[in-house]
C-alpha cells in the first residue's frame, strides 16, 4: 500500500521545538501491514500499527533498493522483500542480516485519528552508542 500526502499540514510538539508533518491517518494503517507515505521534497517513508502504537520509518531498505512497506511484518520486526534482512519497528536497528546498518526512524504523535512525524528529529539506532 501507498500514499502520499503534501508537507502540510504541521502541528507543532507540545513543549518542544519539534515540527510535526501529517503522515497518514490510523485507518490507512492496516495492522500487519505497512502502508509506504510519500511525503513531498523526502525519500519515502513507512508507517507500521504495532499493538496500537504508530511508527514511522525510512522505507528504503539500508542493504538495497527495496520498499520496506513491502515486505512482511514478523513480531516487532520488518522483514525487507529483497533478501529477508530485518528491522526492529520499535527502533530501526538492523536485526537480521543481511541488513547492518539501522533504518532512520521518527517521532510521532497521534491526534484526532491522524499520525504526524517529525521529520527533522530522525534518529538511527546505530547513532545511540
Ligand atoms: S535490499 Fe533489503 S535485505 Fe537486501
New binding site residues.
Given amino acids: 500500500m501507498s500514499t502520499s500526502v503534501s508537507p502540510a499540514p504541521q502541528a507543532q510538539g507540545e513543549g518542544a521545538a519539534l515540527a510535526y508533518t501529517f503522515i497518514a491517518r490510523t485507518s490507512e494503517v492496516e495492522p500487519g501491514y505497512a502502508l509506504q507515505v510519500q511525503v513531498e521534497g523526502r525519500p519515502p517513508l513507512a508507517v507500521v500499527c504495532l499493538e496500537g502504537e504508530y511508527f514511522v520509518m525510512d522505507d528504503t ?1 539500508t ?4 520498499s520496506m512497506a513491502e515486505g512482511e511484518i514478523v513480531g516487532c520486526e520488518i522483514e ?1 522483500p ?4 530485518r528491522f526492529d519497528i520499535r527502533t530501526g536497528a538492523a536485526t537480521t542480516y ?2 547492518t546498518k539501522a533504518l532512520m526512524v521518527y517521532p510521532v504523535k497521534v491526534e484526532d485519528e491522524q499520525i504526524f512525524a517529525a521529520l527533522d528529529a530522525g534518529h538511527c539506532a546505530d547513532d545511540a552508542a
Avoid: E, I, M, Q
Fill in positions: 531498505c542493504h538495497g533498493d527495496a525487507c529483497f533478501h529477508a534482512g543481511p541488513c
